[in-house]
Every structure is written in C-alpha cells, then in structure tokens.
C-alpha cells in the first residue's frame, strides 16, 4: 500500500516543492554571478507570479515571458524589466505601446519584414533585440546574414523611441542526449557571438547578448561575449533535463499526484488518473518509451527512487509498468509521477499546490479581458 496523499486529493494535482525551487534558482544565480553574467530566467516555465515572488526576493529584478500578455501580467505585479522573447507580432502593437509607456521592455525583430511596421507603429519607448538563428533553424535573423543585422540596427537607432539593444538567441539544439555534441554545438556558438559582436559593434556600441537554454546555463562555463543568462526550465526541471545530464532526479521541484484506478496483477500493469491531458505527451524514447517516472509521495515530500513508468497515456489514463522490486499499489492509492517535461505539464495542470494544500495560480489570458468574445 503506497502512503497516501496527506492533502487527499481525489484527482490529479500538480506539486511543485518550494525548497526545490529556492535551491535552483539559488544555484544558476550564483552560477551566472560567479561568469559575471546577468540572470534573466524565462518565466514561461512556471507563469506564476507567487513562483515569480520567490524568485524575486532572492535579488533577480528582470525576467523573460514568451508574450505581451504574460508581459501584461507580471507588469501588474512590479516586475519593471521584461523581455518579450518570442518574434514580434505586429498585430500586438496597441499592447506593446500600452506597455513601454509603463516599463523597461523589450521585443525581438525575428524577421526583418516586420521592420517597416514597428517604425511607424512605435509610439513608446521600446527595447528592439534581434533574435538571431545560430543554426536552430526555428526563428530568427540567420546569424550569416550580417546584412538584415546591419539595416536593423540602422533604422532602429535613428526612430525617436526605439532603442536598439542587442541579440537574443536560443539554442534549442542543445536539447539532445549527447553531451559532447551539447558542449560542441555551444561552443560553436560562443565562436559566432563573438564574431558578430566584432561585426555590429562597429554600427552600435555595446551591444548586448542574451542566451538562454537551460541544458548550456546549467552545465557549462563558457560564456565569453553574453552578457545575460536566459534559462526557463531550470526552475522546475524535469525527467528529459535529467537525460541531458543538466540535473539530478533531486533537483525536479514538480511533480503530479495521481490517483492509481485500477492494478492488473499478472502484468504488472497499474492504471493512473492522470493521461495526456494532464502531462501532455512528451516522451523520452528508450528501451521502453517513457511518459514520466512513477514515484512514491509522503506527507512532505515525494521519494527519489523509481517504482514505474508510464509507457503508454491516453486522455485520461497513465499506463504503468510497476517495477518487479517494489510491491504493487492498490486502487485508490496515491503515486507521484516526474514529468517529462515540465513546462508542457505545469501548461496542461494550470496551477500547483504545495504539501500544505496551498494552491497556487498560473497566467491565464482570460484574466487580462483579451479573450474573444
């Protein structure tokens, strides 16, 4: 019998174990501090702002979001320096300038087509970041086409309110399982920055760079020519940054509580309340495909030692193989399960709680009154 959830929750909730948090947080700004480098997390991950809150007291005053609605949101709770670090979208522009008027914000110019319509449409003061594409091929500016780079730089320092004021990139390719491709692919990336920061510093004076991924700002050192750290994930982690040897199992601070609906004896086969709507269904691919790792949940924390896996989800249901080495749980049982991913679930779930049954908010759109009607 696995030790039941003392909040006694009757369906799936996501925890999230603030000293986790503290410690993550703690550890990349001492880690940015010790680089000399400024630390400006990405709070797409958690978009909450008692999380933002906890960050915030320990001394970080700038952050990221991923839009000018998550912008607008932690804007009203005092943060005063956001990063919009997601292509502009032009569409969005009456919030943007609502915005510049009220903080220190800045956006990303990921297509030099959008160009013309930010100049004319600008009408507060704005910090313009290029997103450049060091061979992510995702969005942005390629970093070999120097030209767009320029003219960008050009045209953005002669507008009356906008400030041209450095390169933003994600190195999203550094997600993979192979270490030394991670470190060479970072490295290589080090090598372009600099050479960029050679380039287009001749057409403005320091300019400044922006890099975040939570694999590189976790497990590497080298940062010559970035000025700030932008990681998301790191806050939380999860079972994929694990693989990628960017964290420890100990160092996940989420982790859904699930309620154990039926046990097949013979197969080993334990069926979970919690499926795709509540994990998403990111995977990690191996000899059994992995959905999230089952572990077991006490009064104050859950246990690191891996009992499961979930190796099929559908919408409601988590497939589990229980391990020949633990005793199987019964209907009505309690287990944690580590997400793949930790942004995707903390999205799918739309709030945490801790063990004290408090509960915690995330960014909902809907608050702000920009849904359609």
Known sequence: MINNNPMKFDYPALLVDKEKVLKNVKRMKQKASDLKKDLRPHFKTHQSVEIGDWIREQGIDKIAVSSPQMAEYFARYGWKDILIAFPLNIREMNLINTLGKKIKLGICISDIKVLDQLLNEAKSNIDVWIETDINYYRSGIDYKNQEDAIEVIKRVNEHQFLNFKGLMIHKGDLYINDVDQQEKKHLE????????????????????????????????????????????????????????????????????????????????????????????????????????????????????????????????????????????????????????HSCHTASAMGCYYEFNGSRIERFNVSDLGHCYN
């Not at 040897?245 to 601070?253: H, R």
């Not at 699930?258 to 709507?277: K, L």
């Open 189 to 340: 990336a080090i090598r372009i920055i600099k050479e960029l920061r050679s380039v287009l510093g001749e057409f403005k004076k320091d300019i400044k760079v922006s890099y975040g991924d939570t694999p590189s700002c976790s497990s590497f050192d080298y940062f010559e020519g970035v000025d700030e750290l932008r990681p998301g994930n790191f806050v939380f982690y999860d079972l994929m940054q694990n693989t990628f040897e960017a964290c420890e199992l100990n160092d996940i601070a989420i982790c859904l509580s699930s309620p154990v609906v039926a046990v097949y004896e013979e197969s080993r086969r334990v069926i979970s309340y919690g499926g795709a709507v509540h994990l998403a269904k990111d995977y990690l691919q191996g000899e059994e495909d992995s959905y999230g790792k089952i572990v077991k949940i006490k009064e104050d924390k859950w246990e690191l030692e891996i009992v499961g896996n979930i190796y099929k989800l559908s919408q409601e249901h988590g497939v589990i193989r229980w391990s020949e080495e633990h005793d199987l749980p019964s209907p009505g049982d309690v287990i944690g399960v580590l997400p793949v």
